[in-house]
């Protein structure tokens, strides 16, 4: 072997020493794009995308299947919003936490939050899960359909019940709420996506949509 051979392996295997000394991992050189991937859960899987908001959730403009279990698995879910959390996971953190989404993946559904807003529904949410279902039935109940097309409800099911400005309505306590057509693709991306990000909640959390 050539001396400079020798010298170039030298300094390969010392990097790699230090490296295994100081317990890290090399940083990867530059990030895999999302496009690289057909799905949110595929790139969840991977672990080697951009994760913007630090939620933890990678790729979240890809489509559904959708994760959010750490790298390296094959999990995923599409639970909706309503479903009960773990007691023995969920959380209630202090103040008012901001879900996330993309107003350019959103824009129907933006436009219904902000026409809500100046309708007087509030913007600070309270996480209500059960009896969210009977709650949406209830309010849909009789409100025209459209092919191709959704009902979207602001606040939402999982978010009416408790607190000041949710409690309009009764029988269940606060089932109204302002209703709007939206894409039916778009509505249930971002039913699965709030689903998501809500998950790690208790009811009782505090929270708002905010669009970047």
């Avoid at 790298?71 to 103040?95: H, L, N, Q």
């Avoid at 107003?103 to 509030?122: D, E, Q, S, V």
């Avoid at 509505?187 to 009811?203: A, D, E, P, Q």
Wanted: proline share 9%; charged share 20%; net charge positive.
């Amino acid at each position: 072997m050539s001396p400079l051979r020798i010298l170039l392996l030298t300094i390969v295997l010392a990097g790699v020493f230090a490296a295994g000394l100081s317990g890290r991992t090399p940083t990867l050189a530059h990030a895999a794009a999302c496009s690289d991937y057909p799905n949110q859960a595929a790139a969840q899987a991977a672990g080697d995308t951009r994760d913007p908001d630090g939620d933890g959730i990678y790729c979240e403009s890809l489509p559904c299947a959708c994760s959010t279990v750490a790298p390296d698995t094959t999990s995923s879910s599409t639970a909706p919003a309503e479903s009960a959390a773990d007691p023995a996971r969920c959380r209630t953190p202090p103040g008012v936490q901001d879900v996330t989404f993309s107003k350019t993946k959103y824009p129907n559904i933006r436009r219904h939050f902000l026409r809500a807003l100046r309708r007087g529904w509030p913007r600070t949410l309270v996480l209500n899960r059960p009896g969210a279902a009977r709650r949406r039935a209830r309010l849909l109940e009789g409100v025209a359909t459209k092919p191709g097309y959704d009902r979207d409800e602001y606040p939402p099911a999982v978010a009416r019940g408790r607190g000041p400005g949710l409690t309009r309505g009764s029988n269940p306590m606060g089932w109204r709420a302002d209703v709007a057509l939206v894409p039916s693709a778009e509505n249930r991306s971002h039913g699965s996506t709030m689903g998501l990000k809500l998950r790690r909640f208790c009811s009782g959390t505090k929270f708002r949509y905010v669009f970047y």
